[in-house]
């Protein structure tokens, strides 16, 4: 079993950049596939990034491309997504996953896939 804690959210004013930590605690955090999800106020929750356990291949819903990077450092058993170009739209709690995978290449979307959730960490984009 994976523990996973997000930091780094706040305020940001819009076109400004955040980053994003997920710390996992446990072993075998490069056999997790990985990802980022977040939910707005009022809204369901929705996918922003994957990444494979090995950090090698990554996956982004539309409106992430472009402005955000998903990555990790096995080696600090640590998440990152670097958040740029940031809209008002982008205001949400932001929820990093895990699933254990034996699959390599294995990117995951959908919140159904994922095991271990964090408590999330808040962004506010201001306008």
């Known amino acids: 079993q994976v523990q996973l804690l997000e930091s780094g959210g706040g305020l940001v004013q819009g076109g400004g950049s955040l980053r994003l930590s997920c710390v996992a605690s446990g072993r075998a955090y490069s056999t997790y596939a990985m990802a980022w999800f977040r939910r707005a106020p009022g809204k369901e929750r929705e996918f922003v990034a994957a990444i494979t356990k090995n950090g090698d291949s990554t996956y982004y819903t539309d409106s992430a491309k472009g402005r955000f990077t998903i990555s990790r450092d096995n080696a600090k058993n640590t998440l990152y997504l670097q958040m740029n170009s940031l809209k008002p739209e982008d205001t949400a709690d932001y929820y990093c996953?895990?699933?254990?995978?034996?699959?390599?290449?294995?990117?995951?979307?959908?919140?159904?896939?994922?095991?271990?959730w964090g408590q999330g960490t808040q962004v506010t984009v201001s306008s």
């Open positions: 996953a895990a699933r254990p995978t034996e699959v390599s290449m294995g990117l995951y979307q959908y919140s159904y896939q994922y095991y271990y």
